[in-house]
């Protein structure tokens, strides 16, 4: 069972190694059932889950993974006295999408890209909103208020980074490359988040005049994602 994010087919790649080794098709199935973990939160990300994703070509193993998230989805886990508290409750479970295996590995693709344009589409705005005196913060409240939005990765700071959001959304490009399909938002939200260092960098070089031997501390950072000690060097 996939758990990974990965490209779409990796599925039909798996079980076409399978065969090729002389595993009869009729002894095993391959789903994809995409984990949509946070770190530091995974405990109950995974019991309060917004959705459950199945991807499964067969009844047989769609049914297997529905038994296995049922104390989940039928709520019952939600009605132990000593169960963990959050979203889902036993009146409102978890909800599980079954999907074909194809379609689950573009949904987990696809979401992080979704969020990554979000963060990268905010920085865009705030570029311009510093060109006119406008707050983004009250520009991404206010867009935040609109509940077809939300409020959710609208910060604008340093754009996305981590382990997640770049390598997917590079390899959800590739993939629509490979099919053919132009899909240059995808670069766009890519080039939007490269930049928005570049423009911080150089906010920075303008106000210290020089960079040699200076240090930004994290707190000075406009972004809480950087953590780390920034040391500006000589060039």
Request: proline content about 5%.
């Amino acid at each position: 069972m996939e758990k990974s994010t990965v490209p779409v087919y990796t599925n039909e790649w798996i079980r076409r190694v399978l065969h090729r080794n002389g595993v009869a098709p009729q002894s095993f199935d391959v789903a994809s059932n995409p984990e949509f973990l946070r770190e530091g939160t995974a405990v109950i990300d995974f019991l309060h889950p917004d959705r459950i994703v199945v991807g499964a070509d067969s009844e047989r193993a769609a049914e297997v993974l529905r038994r296995i998230y049922e104390p989940l989805t039928g709520g019952g886990y939600y009605s132990q006295p000593d169960s963990l508290q959050g979203a889902c409750s036993a009146a409102a479970p978890a909800k599980l999408l079954v999907t074909s295996a194809q379609s689950a590995e573009i949904i987990k693709h696809a979401s992080n890209a979704f969020l990554a344009l979000k963060i990268s589409f905010i920085n865009a705005v705030a570029n311009l909103a510093e060109t006119v005196d406008a707050d983004i913060e009250d520009i991404a409240a206010g867009m935040g208020m609109d509940s077809r939005i939300g409020s959710r990765f609208l910060h604008a700071g340093l754009g996305y980074g981590g382990s997640c959001f770049p390598k997917d959304v590079a390899a959800f490009h590739w993939v629509a490359q490979q099919q053919g399909v132009d899909f240059q938002l995808l670069q766009e939200i890519r080039r939007v988040n490269d930049t928005q260092r570049e423009i911080f960098f150089n906010k920075v070089r303008a106000a210290l005049w020089t960079l040699r031997g200076k240090r930004l501390p994290p707190w000075a950072w406009p972004s809480r994602a950087i953590r780390t000690t920034f040391r500006f060097s000589s060039h």
